[in-house]
């Protein structure tokens, strides 16, 4: 629990005044992960509190690459000297890996933050994806059609979005199908 108080108090840090909105959405996202914790075991604090901290990237203070993941990783990992379980969480979020790629960053990102096996990274996925900018529960569909219209068409985050939709809703799909079963 104490991992989870000091991801949460730590997001607030960064987010909260600067990108008010994505603290918004990280509160929301942080709940999210909360509900499906328990599918997790071992993992469930790592998932959780890389729920809360999975935007960081986005505080101006923070962007070097300009990739939020990537960005927020490296300070989690160098400033915050997070647990490297959640840095790898972070950066991998909701197939970050295309994104990497369409940005020239793939090898970068593999080496520096190995996806995670397993249900951990579609947990925060799934997390990420059905809730809305304001923090508020959605379908993933509709948390998609929102990205694409915000970004617009030829945006790089839009379309590294575009094709990873598939790969998002099996995330998601995995997910509920794991809830279901409980
Ligand atoms: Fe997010």
Known sequence: MEQIERARDLARLVLAESVPRRWAHSQGVGRKAESVAHLLGDDASALVSAAWLHDVGYAPDLVATGMHQLDGARYLRDVAGADALVCRLVANHSCAHIEGRNRGLSEVLA????????????????????????????????????????????DLVAESIREASPLIINSVRVIEAALAER
Do not use: W
């Not at 249900?119 to 993933?140: F, H, K, Q, R, S």
């Not at 509709?142 to 617009?152: D, F, K, N």
């Open 111 to 154: 080496s520096e933050f190995p996806p995670v096996e397993g249900l951990a990274t579609d947990a925060i996925t799934y997390a990420d994806m059905t809730t809305t900018p304001d923090g508020e529960p959605v379908e993933v569909e509709r948390r998609l059609a929102e990205i694409l219209s915000r970004y617009g068409d030829g």
